[in-house]
């Protein structure tokens, strides 16, 4: 790989001369586009519009999250930002170490194959595409160029996001363009899976399904001699501001957020509250309200500051909110909306 490696890390040095002033912008699109807001942002907007699209889009984002994870601990993948310090081609050699600028969103403490960012964005964009066509298909098959102009602003959108995490020195060229591609193929793959009969006990095995493969890569990295947080010391080693460097980018807090997810989704979707109210009409009013307040919590929960004084706590706190989270999203909210609603066409 050090051949690829030493390619990649001159078309990101290329990067970075020759947009270095926008780097306000590239860190903007790196932020924004974060996996993430897959699951703050995205998920809660687009159920929120609709609830089948959205139980489609919350399904692809865990699986996508899950894959991701585990690529990540099997592939061993570096980081530009701490290879180019580390790599054999280039101490002893007399060859000079490429000078890679650091920002703020760099220091990622994650294995940096396949690219989170990317993978997510790829799945993420392919399933509102493709849902925004098949649901206006009749609109779309009388003028071509809607659908040209959607698939056109997909690959826009990931030329874009890979763009910006090369330029942070957070992933190389052929990461992003990895993760892009098992994106898309997820998403097409997991488009018209049926959830519709699944039971709190299918999504409590699924649940349990993800630790348990996440946990099997663990030890079988630790069997064979593989540290599986090695990359958490190259972090802390060669970020240039420790405060830069998060636990939340780490594999493990990433495994308790797709888990959380899950679980969150399992006793969402089976409540009596999601069965009530999934089978009225809501007004665009009423889906707008929605979303602001699914948006609203989901955000506001970033503002929380997890205990740090015991790792197994800090990491319990991660899966216990993002189950809380997709539950709110999925039940609470809409049922809130749809009551008081109901309430004011009483009072009327």
Not at 156 to 182: E, K, N, V
Not at 204 to 209: H, K, R
Request: proline share 4%; hydrophobic share 50%.
């Amino acid at each position: 790989m050090e051949g690829i490696y030493q390619i990649d890390v001159t078309i990101i040095e290329v990067f970075q001369s020759w947009f270095l002033e926008y780097d306000k912008v590239f860190i903007a699109i790196s932020n924004i586009f974060d996996p993430r807001y897959a699951f703050l942002l995205y998920s809660p907007i687009v159920f929120s519009m609709d609830w089948h699209i959205g139980r489609k889009l919350m399904w692809v984002v865990v699986v996508v999250e899950w894959i991701n994870h585990l690529l990540k601990w099997l592939l061993h993948g570096e980081r530009p930002y701490w290879w180019v310090h580390e790599a054999d081609v280039y101490n002893g050699r007399g060859i000079p170490v490429p000078t890679l600028y650091q920002f703020s969103l760099t220091c990622e403490t994650g294995p940096g194959s396949p690219s989170g960012h990317s993978q997510s964005c790829a799945a993420v964009w392919y399933v509102i595409f493709d849902s925004f066509l098949e649901k206006y298909s009749s609109v779309a098959e009388k003028d071509d160029r809607i659908s040209t102009l959607c698939w056109t602003i997909y690959f826009a959108l990931l030329a874009t996001i890979g763009s910006s995490r090369i330029f942070i020195a957070a992933h190389f060229p052929h990461q992003c363009l990895f993760g892009m591609f098992l994106g898309w193929l997820v998403a097409t793959r997991l488009k018209n899976i049926n959830q519709k009969h699944f039971s709190i006990f299918h999504y409590c095995a699924f649940t349990l399904g993800m630790f348990a493969s996440a946990f099997m890569v663990f030890e079988f990295l630790e069997i064979i001699g593989a540290d599986p947080m090695w990359t958490i010391e190259r972090a802390i080693k060669w970020c240039n501001n420790p405060d830069n460097v998060h636990l939340d980018t780490t594999p493990l807090y990433a495994m308790m957020r797709y888990c959380g997810f899950m679980f969150g989704m399992g006793f969402g979707f089976n409540s009596y509250s999601f069965a009530t109210f999934s089978k009225e009409n809501f007004t665009m009013p009423m889906k707008i309200c929605c979303a602001l307040l699914s948006v609203a919590v989901c955000l506001l929960s970033e503002t929380l500051a997890f205990s740090k004084e015991n790792m197994v706590f800090f990491y319990f706190q991660a899966f216990v909110l993002n189950a809380f989270l997709s539950y709110v999203m999925i039940s609470v909210i809409p049922n809130t909306v749809f009551q008081v609603c109901k309430m004011k066409e009483k009072d009327s």
